[in-house]
């Protein structure tokens, strides 16, 4: 057993089961007091100067920050953060899917410390899990808004496409927000992608060797150098008098001076 599957096992008692759940609880209970006490949100904001003047509780309500939009939304987006983030833990198991959501929590909590006064949410959390989730599912298929269908790889693309046109347009807080959304995922996604390349480079590198063996003749003349590829109808023989028997067309296989120690014709 490897040293890290040994670490997975020791860890994997400490790891917090249905770990989406409690995200989605939090996340629809503070959506419900934000209704009642639309300012309640800006104590659950993480803001560095404010974790750093004792309001330390950020570094976790940010976590459950209520989803934008209207409650029928909020709806719909929690039902599809607790659909993928069960499907992820099924998938990986409890340990590494916590390992997901920690990483992407710390590298957010860190670019939000670089700039004190931003605000971050878990906005690029939650995108994160999306992202996983279409990376190991692209063609499964969601109704979106409970009518329409789609791919989710497509709402992935989508998604990757807003995270550009956000980095190029948004100012340096919202741009290591999204870094480290895009890092926590290439950090469990990489490998696999980079060894996915590698291996579609050796394949096509064998397909092209395969076709030039094809493609390579089997008959060709020592003398003009035509080739059963050059000249499909062409007939061939070797020449036994050659030594040793060397191929040519049949233009010059009597006319050609003979190799090694016998005479000319």
């Known amino acids: 057993m490897s040293t890290l599957k040994r670490i997975e096992r020791k860890l994997e008692p400490y790891a917090i089961r249905n770990l989406t759940l409690y995200l989605v609880g939090g996340q629809g209970t503070a959506t419900l007091i934000c209704m009642a006490e639309p300012g309640f949100i800006g104590w659950m904001v993480l803001q560095a100067n404010a974790v750093l003047s004792g309001q330390w509780w950020r570094l976790l309500t ?43 929590s710390t590298l957010t909590i860190a670019a939000a410390f670089l700039f004190p006064y931003s605000v971050a949410t878990n906005i690029y959390i939650t995108g994160s ?54 890092a926590n995922f290439l950090l469990f996604f990489g490998p696999a992608f980079f060894q996915r390349i590698r291996y579609g480079r050796r394949r096509m590198r064998s397909q092209a060797q395969a076709t030039a063996a094809r493609a390579k003749a089997l008959h060709g003349c020592a003398s003009c150098g035509v080739t059963d ?37």
Not at 132 to 151: C, G, R
């Open 62 to 104: 940010f976590l459950v920050t209520p989803p934008a939009g209207n409650p029928i939304l909020a709806i719909f987006a929690l039902y599809l953060l607790y659909f993928m983030g069960s499907a992820l833990e099924a998938q990986w198991g409890a340990l590494r899917y916590n390992l997901y959501v920690l990483t992407g």
């Open 129 to 182: 899990i999306f992202l996983a989730f279409a990376q190991l599912y692209p063609d499964y298929e969601i109704l979106l808004f409970f009518v329409l269908p789609v791919k989710v790889k497509w709402l992935a693309l989508i998604t990757w496409i807003g995270y550009g046109i956000s980095f190029v347009l948004g100012d340096w807080a919202g741009r290591l927000l999204i870094v480290a959304a895009v």
């Open 229 to 265: 590829k050059t000249q499909p109808n062409m007939d061939f023989r070797y020449c036994t008098k050659c030594d040793p028997p060397v191929e040519y067309c049949e233009e010059h296989l009597r006319s050609h001076e003979h190799r090694g120690s016998v005479t000319v014709h």
